[in-house]
């Protein structure tokens, strides 16, 4: 079985500046996907970015940027620029390549605060 | 776009009463699935469904159950609440394969006392 570790409960830094929020995961597979998902105040599961574990280059996504680290079974979530609208709970995912289960398997979650 | 539909937004039950939560997508998706989100614990995969007709247990499927009698629709019971079920239940759906991202609903919240 798969487990995201999010170490980070919560997180607080000004607007403007950069903020990385670390996820390692545990998993006996080689072939995989990454997912950050947002969740701001409203509720809504709003995804922000995702990695190919097969894939050496880090994703990007404009302000969002992952540095993916297989071997250390780590995938840290960069926010460049940060905005007060990036103020959410931010969750890492593992979802496996393979047959059988569909689902995801989340972290614990981050609680990022943007302070103005 | 309608995208993943849940119903109701709020539920208060008492225990040992039963009730559906809704689900409806309008992408044509095959995968369905249900989570549920408690405080400190992240999401928590209850029951998935890859195609209408063919459902499986998640991780935390005790106390649910689940149909999928079309692709659209994706319910999800509770046949005798428990306060242990006081939780905050996504829906999501996707296209087949692991790349493809899920696509949620605003979330149920549902309160057992």
């Known amino acids: 079985a798969q487990t995201v570790t999010q170490s980070q409960p919560e997180m607080s830094v000004q607007e403007a500046e950069t903020v990385t929020l670390s996820c390692t995961y545990d998993?006996?597979?080689?072939?995989?996907?990454l997912f950050w998902y947002k969740q701001p105040p409203s509720r809504q599961m709003i995804l922000v970015i995702r990695?190919?574990?097969?894939?050496?280059q880090n994703a990007t996504e404009n302000r969002f940027s992952v540095n993916f680290q297989k071997a250390a079974k780590s995938f840290s979530l960069k926010i460049s620029d940060s905005q007060l609208g990036d103020t959410a709970m931010y969750f890492c995912?593992?979802?496996?390549?393979?047959?059988?289960?569909?689902?995801?398997?989340f972290g614990k979650g981050t609680h990022l605060i943007i302070q103005p | 776009n309608a995208g993943v539909t849940q119903t109701p937004k709020f539920q208060v039950l008492k225990t040992g009463q039963s009730m559906t939560l809704q689900c409806a997508q309008d992408?044509?998706?095959?995968?369905m699935s249900w989570y549920r989100q408690d405080p400190g614990m992240g999401l928590r995969l209850i029951h998935y469904?890859?195609?209408?007709?063919?459902?499986d247990q998640g991780e935390v499927p005790n106390g649910y159950n689940v149909s999928r009698s079309t692709t659209e629709d994706f319910p999800l019971r509770l046949l005798s609440a428990a306060p242990s079920q006081t939780s905050v239940y996504f829906c999501?759906?996707?296209?087949?394969?692991?790349?493809?991202?899920?696509?949620f609903g605003n979330g149920t919240r549902l309160t057992v006392t």
């Open positions: 999501a759906s996707s296209r087949p394969g692991p790349h493809s991202p899920l696509h």
């Open positions: 998993t006996s597979e080689n072939n995989y996907y």
């Open positions: 990695q190919e574990a097969y894939k050496q």
């Open positions: 995912a593992f979802r496996y390549s393979g047959g059988g289960a569909d689902g995801l398997t």
């Open positions: 992408m044509n998706h095959e995968y």
């Open positions: 469904s890859v195609g209408a007709g063919i459902t």
